[in-house]
C-alpha cells in the first residue's frame, strides 16, 4: 500500500530529477522546465500504459496521485509559506506608487473578468453541445480571473520587466486572490443550489479582506519587534516560521483572509524588519532560507500539476472547449486591465504597451487548479476542470516564455523607470 510518505518522498526525487534535466539539457525557466517534465512524463505513462497494460502501470500511479488532496495541500499548505516567500521580496514604497492600479485590477478587474468570461464561456459550451448552466460558467470564472502568485512571482524570477509594470503584476497577484476565492464561493453556493444573501457576502469580504490585512499587520510587528530585540538568525528564522503556520491558521480560525494576513506579515517583515530588526548575517540567512523554501515548493507544486493531468479525464469535446477557453481567458483579461488602466490614465502616464504586457503576464497556475478540483462530484465539474488545466498549461508554459521578448518590444524604455504615483 502506497503511503503518503511515499508518495511526497517521489514528488520530491522528481523534483530533484526534473530539475536537474533541465538546468543539465533542456535549460527553460525552473517551473516551466518542471511542468513540461511533468507533462511529458504524464504522457509517457498514458503511453506505457496503452503498449504493456499488463503491468498496470497508469493505474497504479492514478492510484498514487488521486490520494493527493491538491486542493488541501495548495489552499492549507504549501500557499502560505509561498506566499510569504514571494511578499517579502516586494517594495513597499513602490507597491504604494501603484496602489490605486494595483487595488483597482485586483477588485474591480476580477469582476469584469469573472461576468465576460462567464458568458463567453457558457456560450462556447452551448455552441459544441456541452451542456453547461450559467452560473456553473460563472463559477469557472471566478476560479479563473485571479493570477496567480506563485506563478507570478516564479515568472519575474526570471524575467526583466520596466518597474512599474512588474510591481503592478506581483502586487496585484498578491492581493486578487482573497476577491477571487469569495466571489468563487458566492457562485458555488449558487450553483449547488444554496441562497445566497448578497448583503451578506459582501460583508464576508469585507470581514475576511480587512481583517486579514489587520491581523497580518499586528502579527508582522509582533514579530518584527522580537526579532529587533535580539540578534540571533537561527532563532529569527524561526519566529518568521512561526509567524506563517500561526497567523495562516489563526486567520482560517478567525474567518479571515491567511492570504492577505500572510502577505501583510511578510511585507512588513522584508521591508520594516529587514531595516529595523536584521543584521547583515541575518538578513543574509533569512533571505537565503526562503529563497530555498520557494523553490522547493514551487518545484514540488509544478510538479505535481504535470502529474494531476493523470486523473483529469480529457474527451475532444472537452479538450475543445478548453482550447476555445485560452482565448476567452485573455479577452477579459485584456478588459478588466484596460478598464482600470483607461480610468487611471486621465490623471497618470503609463508606459507604452503596458496593458498588452499586464495582460500576457498575469499568469493563471496551481490556486485555479486547487479551486477546480474541490467542486463536487457533479456533470459541470469535467468541463470546468479540463478548461482551466488547459488555460494553466498555456498559460504558465506559452504566456511563461513569451513574456520576456514581448515585454521589450512593447513596453519601451529603461526597466529601472519609475512612472507618477498611482500609474
Not at 227 to 239: A, F, L
Request: net charge neutral; glycine share 10%; proline share 4%.
Amino acid at each position: 500500500m502506497v503511503g503518503i510518505l511515499d508518495i511526497a518522498a517521489a514528488v520530491v526525487v522528481l523534483s530533484a530529477l526534473f530539475g536537474w534535466l533541465n538546468r543539465r539539457f533542456i535549460h527553460l525557466p525552473h517551473v516551466i522546465g518542471l511542468l513540461v517534465l511533468g507533462l511529458a512524463s504524464s504522457i509517457v505513462v498514458v503511453v506505457l500504459g496503452h503498449l504493456v497494460p499488463q503491468f498496470h502501470l497508469r493505474e497504479s500511479i492514478t492510484a498514487a496521485i488521486a490520494r493527493i488532496d491538491f486542493y488541501d495541500t495548495m489552499m492549507n499548505g504549501m500557499l502560505a509559506f509561498l506566499l510569504f516567500a514571494g511578499a517579502l521580496q516586494i517594495d513597499l514604497g513602490r507597491l504604494r506608487a501603484q496602489g490605486w492600479a494595483v487595488g483597482l485590477m485586483a477588485t474591480v478587474g476580477v469582476l469584469i473578468s469573472t461576468a465576460i468570461v462567464g458568458v463567453a464561456f457558457w456560450l462556447a459550451a452551448a455552441a459544441l453541445g456541452v451542456g453547461l448552466p450559467l452560473v456553473w460558467a460563472l463559477t469557472f470564472g471566478a476560479l479563473i480571473s485571479p493570477t496567480d502568485p506563485v506563478a507570478v512571482l516564479a515568472l519575474l524570477k526570471t524575467v526583466r520587466l520596466p518597474e512599474s509594470v512588474e510591481i503592478r503584476i506581483a502586487g496585484e497577484s498578491l492581493f486578487n486572490d482573497g476577491v477571487g476565492v469569495v466571489v468563487f464561493t458566492v457562485l458555488l453556493t449558487l450553483a449547488v443550489g444554496g441562497g445566497v444573501d448578497f448583503a451578506d457576502a459582501g460583508r464576508v469580504f469585507v470581514v475576511e479582506a480587512v481583517g486579514g490585512a489587520l491581523l497580518g499587520l499586528v502579527a508582522g510587528y509582533v514579530a518584527v519587534h522580537a526579532m529587533e530585540s535580539i540578534d540571533d538568525y537561527p532563532v529569527e528564522i524561526m519566529i518568521t516560521l512561526a509567524l506563517v503556520t500561526g497567523l495562516y491558521a489563526l486567520a482560517l480560525t478567525l474567518d479571515t483572509s491567511g492570504p492577505i494576513a500572510v502577505v501583510v506579515a511578510g511585507i512588513m517583515v522584508g521591508n520594516r524588519g529587514r531595516i529595523t530588526a536584521m543584521s547583515e548575517t541575518t538578513r543574509q540567512h533569512l533571505f537565503q532560507f526562503w529563497e530555498v523554501i520557494d523553490e522547493l515548493l514551487n518545484s514540488a507544486l509544478f510538479v505535481l500539476i504535470g502529474l494531476e493531468v493523470l486523473v483529469i479525464a480529457f474527451v475532444p469535446q472537452l479538450i475543445v472547449l478548453a482550447i476555445v477557453a485560452i482565448p476567452i481567458t485573455l479577452a477579459a483579461r485584456y478588459a478588466a486591465v484596460a478598464g482600470p488602466i483607461a480610468l487611471l490614465s486621465l490623471r497618470h502616464h503609463f508606459t507604452a504597451g503596458s496593458p498588452t504586457v499586464l495582460v500576457w503576464g498575469g499568469l493563471r497556475g496551481g490556486i485555479s487548479v486547487a479551486l477546480a478540483l474541490s467542486l463536487p462530484a457533479v456533470a459541470s465539474r469535467q468541463p470546468i476542470v479540463v478548461a482551466t488545466y488547459g488555460v494553466v498549461v498555456f498559460s504558465i508554459i506559452v504566456q511563461g516564455l513569451t513574456i520576456a521578448p514581448l515585454a521589450r518590444r512593447l513596453a519601451r524604455g529603461p526597466a529601472s523607470g519609475h512612472e507618477p504615483a498611482g500609474g
